[in-house]
């Protein structure tokens, strides 16, 4: 079993930033992928970005490129999104995932939750 923890949710003006960060632990070495899945009030859950131990890097939600960004800190078990200019359509439940490249899917943190307000 791999065990997330994800925390740096919370509410930010339109315009503003947050970082979240995905502590992992237990049988790390089972996974080749972490990611950042996010559902928004009456949507599906989606793929926002995912990471490979080696740093390749997925983005695959358009609406987030070149204002997100997934980095991990290996040393750290750690993941990380930085998210940059953020919209009021970010507005979601983030969830940190591990799992196979490059949709990570298997392992699910708890989700953590980001408001940005107008």
């Known amino acids: 079993q791999v065990q997330l923890v994800e925390s740096g949710g919370g509410l930010v003006q339109a315009g503003g930033s947050l970082r979240l960060s995905c502590a992992a632990s237990?049988?790390?070495?089972?996974?080749?992928?972490m990611g950042w899945y996010r559902q928004a009030p009456g949507k599906q859950r989606e793929l926002v970005a995912a990471i490979t131990g080696g740093g390749s890097t997925n983005y695959a939600d358009s609406a987030v490129k070149g204002r997100f960004t997934i980095s991990r800190d290996n040393a750290k078990n750690t993941v990380y999104l930085q998210m940059n200019n953020l919209k009021t359509e970010d507005t979601a439940v983030y969830y940190c995932?591990?799992?196979?490249?490059?949709?990570?899917?298997?392992?699910w943190g708890q989700g953590t939750q980001v408001t940005v307000s107008s």
């Open positions: 995932t591990g799992g196979n490249w490059p949709s990570p899917r298997h392992y």
């Open positions: 237990g049988r790390i070495f089972s996974i080749n992928a």
